[in-house]
């Protein structure tokens, strides 16, 4: 234990690589930067940002689940998770096995979104036009098992109608600016700006709670009790890093959150502050993988 200790005393003694399993640009990549350039400033050392993109998260995650158990490797944590335990039938990893949560940053709301052509200004007209027009709304999303495809299945199995998902790899937002699809429940921070300038109308977002983002505009709570759905970031390391090391992060990472600076950095984006313990975010990624392992089985989602 004093071996322990005094590796935690020095930590971290050389640069920390956090994985981001997406894209430069994504929300997570953008989430992780802001916090990663925190703790560099923090703790003395730089905390890289490597992308490893691919296969839903699943090569960046299966890159920390192999990497040394040391605290030098971390991984950018998201829904998709949560979503993939479930979604892909044969991975090589258990998340919550093979990864240690550490912290949570943050939670965003999706928006549920249609073309200013379609006839509905509430939840309710959606769903009373959905009923009278079954399998001729097409519902947009940026891949199968994705955050958005996942949130519209729930809502379709809560609110009983029938639209046909559409799947893209890019472009669904523009296809849903010119009209080609209907209905997307798109990031809120991918889809704000169109929203202001009326481009999209919003319905509701899908949290519990309404949006700062997003004053004015109702949840889809208000109208089917108990629907929530949203995306979350937050960072993973390989199971068996030392606790010492864990808690380190997990206090810098909580006064990063608590930072007005970075508070509003990420308010800007859309998202909403979602601080805790390593346990309580063990708790936040175990739900999830439960709640969305049911609507993937119940809606027969397949992976790609």
């Known amino acids: 234990m004093v071996y322990r200790t005094a590796r935690a005393e020095t930590y971290p003694a050389r640069p920390v690589r956090i994985i981001v399993p997406l894209s430069p640009g994504s929300n997570s990549d953008i989430v992780a930067r802001f916090i990663g350039q925190w703790l560099a400033e923090r703790l003395g050392q730089p905390f890289i940002i490597e992308n490893r993109p691919g296969a839903g998260t699943n090569i960046g995650t299966e890159a920390a689940v192999r990497a040394p158990a040391d605290g030098y490797t971390l991984l950018s944590t998201g829904s998709s998770s949560a979503i993939n335990a479930t979604l892909y039938e044969k991975l090589n990893f258990v998340f919550l096995r093979d990864m240690a949560p550490v912290a949570s940053f943050s939670h965003v709301p999706n928006v549920l979104e249609v073309h200013p052509s379609v006839p509905a200004n509430t939840v309710a007209e959606l769903i009373a036009y959905a009923k009278a027009n079954p399998g001729k709304i097409n519902m947009a999303s940026p891949g199968t098992g994705s955050t958005p495809h996942v949130a519209g299945e729930l809502f379709k199995m809560m609110a009983g109608v029938d639209m046909l998902h559409v799947p893209y790899r890019t472009g669904a937002l523009a296809d849903l ?128």
């Open 177 to 304: 600016l010119a009209g080609h699809v209907q209905v997307m429940f798109d990031g809120l921070p991918a889809s704000i700006e169109q929203i202001r300038a009326g481009k999209l109308r919003a319905l509701a977002v899908t949290t519990a709670t309404r949006s700062e983002a997003l004053p004015d505009v109702q949840t889809v709570g208000d109208f089917l009790p108990g629907y929530e759905a949203s995306t979350w970031f937050g960072i993973s390391a390989p199971n068996g890093t030392p606790a010492e090391i864990i808690d380190i992060l997990n206090r810098n990472i909580n006064a990063a959150l608590a930072d007005p600076k970075i508070k509003t950095r990420l308010t800007d984006t859309g998202s909403t502050v979602l601080s805790g313990s390593p346990a309580d975010f063990r708790v936040l990624i175990a739900a999830e993988t439960e709640k969305w392992g049911k609507v993937i089985r119940a809606a027969n989602i397949k992976s790609d």
